[in-house]
């Protein structure tokens, strides 16, 4: 069982960093009333994070022949996607969690040190709740509206990185965030929405080009 994931819980002194379950119960019913209405797939490749993957609406025709299922929710942060993890992660037993995070974490005033140390909590959870299934990291991505973060974005990309390296056989780490830079160096503005933040389908495409050779079959 093989998993690709992004998130974990720090002890953020910023009230905004700290789980709000009640600010989820809108989407947590959404969800159970779509997995009333459909059956959820058997061992799901289970897409799991903030809105950047949230509104990646063309999971099934991007990765055809795979059982994608996506279980984002839009705003949160590392803290609220491990509170939910039992609900949205370990309830479906996936084979494998494509999972991206700390984005907005960053964006809130967390430090990179602080994202990297949810990430651990989070790569600790998997191996607790999950021993079997892998975690990959989908790196926090460039966005002009918070250009001015990104150096903290890589940071803690590369702390993360560096952790994933020494744990090869149970983590993996994709770069989705330097294929999404130009020549200048800064972000691709046809591969941004008018917000500065979420992707273009075209963004979508570069993202399934590069991760396509991570997931199973």
Known sequence: MLILFIAAQTGYSQTANKPNPGQWSAELRAFAQQDSLTRPPTAPILFYGSSSLRMWTTLATDFPGRPVFNRAFGGSRFPDANYLFDKLVAAYR?????????????????????????????????????????????????????????????????????????????????????????????????????????????????????LEPYLVK
Do not use: C
Request: hydrophobic share 35%; net charge positive; aromatic share 10%.
């Open 94 to 210: 996936p084979r494998q969690v494509v999972l991206y995070e700390g984005d907005n974490d960053i964006g809130a005033g967390a430090t990179p040190q602080e994202v990297y140390e949810s990430f651990r909590v989070f790569a600790e959870l998997m191996r607790r709740k999950l021993p079997r299934t892998q975690l990959v990291f989908l790196a926090i991505k460039p966005s002009p509206s918070r250009w001015a973060l990104y150096p903290k974005a890589q940071e803690a990309n590369s702390l993360i990185q560096e952790y994933i390296k020494a744990n090869p056989k149970q983590l993996r780490f994709v770069d989705v965030a330097t294929p999404l830079l130009g020549s200048d160096g800064k972000p691709r503005p046809e591969l941004y929405r008018e917000d500065g933040l979420h992707m273009t389908p075209a963004g979508y495409e570069i993202w399934t080009r590069v």
